[in-house]
Nanobody, 124 residues
């Protein structure tokens, strides 16, 4: 079973930036795709960004494409989400998780139990 620990959230003004990190343990990190997801108050959890096991392929939901960048460091079992030009609509708890392929991550078919996540709040 994979264990996931997210960090890096905070309070930022609209237009600002944050960098989220997720450390995974319990599985061979480099064998699996990774993804970032978010859940805003009163809404369902949604896919945000995904990256293939090698880092060679990435995919973003339309609302963040061009503003967010996902990357991974397999040597450190870490996946990162750089978030720029933040908007109030980005306010949510952000989670990472792991899947068998980038396609399954995009479809939110993930392995791990959801962790605590990290809160991102963007003020207007």
């Amino acid at each position: 079973q994979v264990q996931l620990a997210e960090s890096g959230g905070g309070l930022v003004q609209a237009g600002g930036s944050l960098r989220l990190s997720c450390v995974a343990s319990g599985r061979t990190f480099s064998d699996y795709a990774m993804g970032w997801f978010r859940q805003a108050p009163g809404k369902e959890r949604e896919f945000v960004a995904g990256i293939s096991w090698s880092g060679g392929s990435t995919f973003y939901t339309d609302s963040v494409r061009g503003r967010f960048t996902i990357s991974r460091d397999n040597a450190k079992s870490t996946v990162t989400l750089q978030m720029n030009s933040l908007k109030p609509d980005d306010t949510a708890v952000y989670y990472c998780n792991q899947g068998g392929s980038l396609r399954t991550v995009i479809d939110s078919q993930v392995f791990g139990s959801w962790g605590q996540g990290t809160q991102v709040t963007v003020s207007s």
